[in-house]
Every structure is written in C-alpha cells, then in structure tokens.
C-alpha cells in the first residue's frame, strides 16, 4: 500500500465559486483520493480557503464586514458547500491560520538565512484618500494608447497593452475614485528565483510524465525573454501574515505583510499541520507527509489545478521550499485543467455568469454534478458546459442505463421471488462473456484512475453500466421467468450481485447513488474487486435486500428550458 498526498489549489475567499472552479481543481482531486482510499491507500487529502489579499479586503469592505469576521464567515459557507459536493478533504484549512503565519515566517526567515531574499525599494502609487498603497490593478485611468477611460495600471483591457501605473493619464484609485495619488517609496523582500533557475530546470526535467500542459507552461516562465524573474514576497497591506523573520523581527519591514502567492501554498502543509491539530495529533503525524527527513520520503504527491495556477506550482512554490535549504516534500505530479466555459461564453464570478456551487446544489443533488462535470473534465483542451448536454447526459447515463438497471432488477425479484436474494439455477456461457468483458473493462477502468485520466475513467466506468443493460437485455429473466423460473433466478442473482459491484466502482464519481446502492442490497462491505467473479458471487441465495429510491429523476424539457433563463444572467 502507498502513501498518497494530495492538494486541491485553495479557492479564494472572496465568493462562491462557479462549477468551472471545482471542475479545475477539488472535485477532480476528490475523485483521485477516494479512488485510492478504495485501492485501500493511505490518503491525506487537503484543501483550504486562500484568505489574504487585496480582493479580500475589498469584499468585506463591500459586505460592510471587518475582514477576519468577512473571512471567517465565507470559509464555513464554502465548507459547507464542499461537504454539499461530497468532497472529502481530510481538512480545508484557512490560509490565515496561526499555523500558516508561524511556517510562513518561519520559511521567508530560512530562505533569508540561505541569501535568497533581497530587499528592494520601489515606488508605487499611494492614495492619501484610501490611506493605502494601490495595487497596479486598482489604478484606473485613459489609455496612453488607444483612449480607453477604463484601463487598468497593469493593462488596457481594451488594446491590452501591458502599463505602467504612471503610463495613465488622469489616474484615479479603482476603490474610491479619488484623484489624490502620489508616488511613494516603499521597500519590499524579493525571492531570488533567477539565481534558483537552474536547479528549478534540473527539478523539472528529473521529472518523469508530467503533463505537457504542466510543464509547457514551466518551460516557458524559465527561458522566456530574461527568464525567471525574482518576485516580491510582501506588500503594503494591513490584512495578512505580518512580514517576519523567523520568530524575530524584520528591520525595515514593519507594518508589512507577506504578499498573498507567497502564504498560499504554504497553506498546504500548515493546513496538514491544522489537521494534526484537529485530531489530538503531535507534530510528527503532519511531518511523516511532508518532511522527507520524517517519513515523506515514500510519499507520493500529487496536486490538482487550473492552468492559471501551473506557474506558481511549478516554480515559485518549489523555489520557496528547496531555498529553504530544509527537506520539504516536493510535488511529484502535477495534474492541470484547461477552462470549463458555460453556454457559448465565460463563467464569470463578477459578472455572475454561469451556475455557483451554492445554486447548482439548489436545484438538483451532488451526484448530477459530479458526473456531468468529472466525465466533461477539461483535461486536453477547454470544454463547455451546456444545458442540453447536461440533460442528455444525466437522462441517458445515470437514468436509463444506470438508475433503470437498480430498479429494474430489484423490482422484478420483488414482484416475482420477494426481497432476498434467490436461489436455484446455474450460470452459463453469457454470464461468463458477461465476466469476461466486465473484467476487461475494470482492468481498463484502473489503468485510466491511477493515471488521472479522468475523461477516459469516466468513459470506461459508462460502458461497465452499459455491459450490464446489455446483459440483462439480452437474458431478459422476465421473460425467461415464465419458462424457465430457475435459470430466472440465476441471473436474477447475478444482476443484484451487479448492483453491488457497480456501488463500489462507482463510487469515487457519485458517492451518494453509491451508498443508496449499496444500502439497497443490505451490504457494507466496499472491498475493491480483486476478481469480477468473486464480487459478482458475494451476495448468497436468501440474503435480503430492499428496493432503493429511485436513484436518479430525469431532468425535462421543462426544467432545462427555466434553468437555461433563469442562469443566463446576472445573479
Ligand atoms: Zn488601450
């Protein structure tokens, strides 16, 4: 049995997320970890919420909320809305816990020690009426280029042209509006990543079957124009980890807070330390996963994440760990995701365009998500959602080949033998075709889950249902039954059997049919199946079961025609 950590990239505080997020990121995580949870692994999965920045602050100011009270609420509503999508973290921590304030100290103080960190004075724009510094991206003002009277310091949305805050002409701030900016010196603490380019270039081509996706991006942040450039790690906030050195502090460097990227990630291994915590646990129950010095060396760690999070992961997180000059656990698969689109356009958190996790959960149960979303992944190029498509894939997957099999088979044993198991009869040239195939198939099924191929998983998972539907299609014991109640019963008991099976293989996509499943036919043993003919042999003749619910409702015309309206605009 191996050692399996695995990171879901932290959702940011400032909101719900849409569907797009959790498909880049924690559901496809999900499904990764209670897959090896199945292969009986030893699994520490971790999420968390990422807390400090300047959108933060600027949500609650807009909630009218102090920002730890704004933060500390948003974290139980996205708990919540994770536990509603069966997510099953073994903790979502909180990026500004105690935990990650003293481990990111404590590192930005190693890398230091190790002369990784220079300190640079800049200048940047201060806005007397905000009585704050202004990040680039909360500047407003007209393009120097084109005229557009909405461009940001960064860049003019507009013609896109990458700027300078002082390139605006009549600046203002982005948060109140006010005109009364000036230029002020400030000094900052950078990560020295340019001198750590190399060794980051080594890392990553030691680095065997790595996405593409995952490292193209690498590639190209190491070798293009200059290079790895060195990157700030504070920032002129009041809302953050307070820049230290170690437990001493930073001369030069009070009232200052680490910049957002840099705690982030760190989250990650203080989010297992809040796990550690939360169990009654010391030190060492976190440190065997993360400190190869400790028992991580046998670890094997994978990260789930949008493109967009690719550069961070790939380089500046490992840069902070290996600079550090201490035996951190580094990433040893990085799994990435292209973009989910929604109907033809963007989802948008600021626009409120698509579904948010909070509403899709409103109108229909996990178990639709999830299998829409997971077997629809964005791996090799960006894919979109539609309603049509969610409706025929619902209907078609889980309704009529999955659901009807469940109720098909355990309302006719009902009607014709009562609810236990029946006996009589024996299996013939069919079943074993049926055993053959199943077996190719499940064989094929795990091949594609320990590879994270998820689309491919999800396909081989849909044709292990269809074999069953076509299966009992073509036996028809209702048919048989009148002739034949013996070899009825036969198969009768090999299709609950069935039922039992497709619960535990099933399970890592939609846990809750899952469960239904298996409560169905009276049984709790989820023992991965070594062999198709032992897991389809494990429900004896006179072993009672009950007919579940109807395990999945089709969605109608009706209902897509009003989901279609009533999420195509603002929310
Ligand atoms: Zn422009």
Redesign the pocket.
Known sequence: MARILITSALPYINGIKHLGNLVGSQLPADLYARYCRARGHEVMFICATDEHGTPAELAAAKAGKPVDEYCAEMHDVQAELARGFLLSFDHFGRSSSQRNHVLTQHLAGKLADAGRISEVSEKQVYSNADGRFLPDRYIEGT??????DR?RGDQ??????Q?DPTDLIDPRSAISGSTDLEVRETKHLFLRQSDMRDQLDKWIDSQRNWPVLTTSIAKKWLHDGDGLQDRGITRDLDWGIPVKRGDKDWPGMEGKVFYVWFDAPIEYIAATAEWADAQGLDDSAWQRWWRTDLGADDVRYVQFMGKDNVPFHTLSFPATLMGSGEPWKLVNYIKSFNYLNYDGGQFSTSQGRGVFMDQALAILPADYWRWWLLSHAPESSDSEFTWENFQASVNKDLADVLGNLVSRVTKFCRSKFGEVVPEGGTLGARETALMDALTTRLRAYETHMEAMEIRKSAAELRALWVLGNEYLQDAAPWSTFKSDPEQAAAQIRLALNLIRFYAIISRPFIPDAAASMMAGMQSDDWTWPDTVTDALAQLDAGHSFIVPDVLFAKITDENRAAWEAQFSGQR
């Open positions: 393009c120097p280029n084109c005229g557009y461009a003019c949305e507009n013609c896109t042209k700027l």
